[in-house]
Nanobody, 124 residues
Framework: QVQLKESGGGLVQAGGSLRLSCAAS????????MGWFRQAPGKEREFVAT????????DYANSVKGRFTISRDNAKNTVYLQMNSLKPEDTAVYYC?????????????????WGQGTQVTVSS
């Protein structure tokens, strides 16, 4: 069982940066692949980024590639999402998720545990 809690969301101007954190409970955090997803109003939840259990492999949605960076600190049971050059279209609730896998995952159904989300709002 893994419990996830996101933090770091907020209001930022276009071009600005935010760093999201996701703190996980449980001793087995390092065995999970982690991911970030987002859901904008009126839209479906979509994949943003994923990182393998040791942090050696990452993957990103095309819309955020080159602007966002996912990382993890297994000693701190935490996964991060550094978001730079933010755009108004990045406005959404951001969720972190854990998958019982060692390799990267992009699909919602592959994730077993979800946080409650943190709001990111980018003003133009």
């Amino acid at each position: 069982q893994v419990q996830l809690k996101e933090s770091g969301g907020g209001l930022v101007q276009a071009g600005g940066s935010l760093r999201l954190s996701c703190a996980a409970s449980g001793r087995t955090f390092s065995t999970y692949t982690m991911g970030w997803f987002r859901q904008a109003p009126g839209k479906e939840r979509e994949f943003v980024a994923t990182i393998s259990w040791r942090g050696s492999n990452t993957d990103y949605a095309n819309s955020v590639k080159g602007r966002f960076t996912i990382s993890r600190d297994n000693a701190k049971n935490t996964v991060y999402l550094q978001m730079n050059s933010l755009k108004p279209e990045d406005t959404a609730v951001y969720y972190c998720a854990a998958a019982s896998a060692h390799t990267m995952r992009r699909m919602i159904y592959e994730y077993d545990y979800w946080g409650q989300g943190t709001q990111v709002t980018v003003s133009s």
